[in-house]
């Protein structure tokens, strides 16, 4: 019987704070609006419009093929710049520092390799003279060596070109000719990095 009594009294409360809420929430809100200052421009006569100022031809977008945080800016705005001419530059920091290990890495393997070519020319100066005097297989593993060593400084020549070419995909350039007035860059950044 209490149970039934606990329940009537549950219902007839969440009926009486519905019917509350309900009244409450239809009630209309006034909007309080002010009316808008008046603007004194120093011009005679003149136009008052909204909206964006377009370039006389199209705009181009311009982004860069890698993210990161922009170091410098190379223009400015109503800067007559040409072709080619550098707009920006991201931080590239860490592919110079890549850089710099693979021309370490370069002159090691260029050391190595006048270490392996002198001791190939030592045994073939030998193996000329004496051939029995050096077995064919030590001829033969020296030879590999120096070959190999060849081909382990070129490899790291190669990385180096890579590197060169994409640290050059850090700076980005103007693909037209603008006139004064013309330019705008927009950067649009996400957590600090350029997008």
């Known amino acids: 019987m209490k149970t039934l009594y606990k329940l009537v009294i549950l219902s007839t409360l969440g009926f009486t704070i519905t019917i509350v809420y309900v009244i409450y929430s239809n009630q209309t809100i006034v909007a309080t609006t002010q009316s808008m200052k008046q603007i004194k ?3 005679k006569s003149f136009i008052y419009a909204t909206g964006v100022v377009e370039p006389e031809n199209t705009n181009i977008p311009i982004g860069s093929p890698v993210t990161g945080v922009l170091t410098k800016l190379f223009v400015h705005t109503g800067q007559e710049i040409k072709i080619g001419d550098p ?3 991201i931080d590239s920091r860490s592919i110079r520092y890549k850089i710099e290990f693979l021309k370490e890495k370069i002159k090691v393997s260029e050391a190595n390799l006048t270490k392996i070519l002198r001791k190939h020319q030592i045994k073939e100066e030998l193996h000329k003279k004496a ?3 050096i077995s064919k297989q030590d001829y033969f593993i020296s030879a590999d060596d120096l070959a190999l060593a060849k081909a382990q400084l ?3 020549e ?3 070109k890579v590197l060169t070419m994409e640290l050059k ?4 350039y103007s693909p037209i000719n603008g006139e004064r007035g013309n330019i705008s860059i927009v ?3 996400h957590q600090g990095l350029l997008l």
Do not use: I
């Open 87 to 89: 707009l920006f530059s």
């Open 131 to 133: 051939p029995e005097a």
């Open 41 to 43: 421009t120093p011009f």
């Open 169 to 172: 995909r850090y700076t980005v």
């Open 187 to 189: 950067v649009k950044y």
């Open 158 to 160: 190669s990385e180096l």
């Open 154 to 156: 070129a490899l790291a």
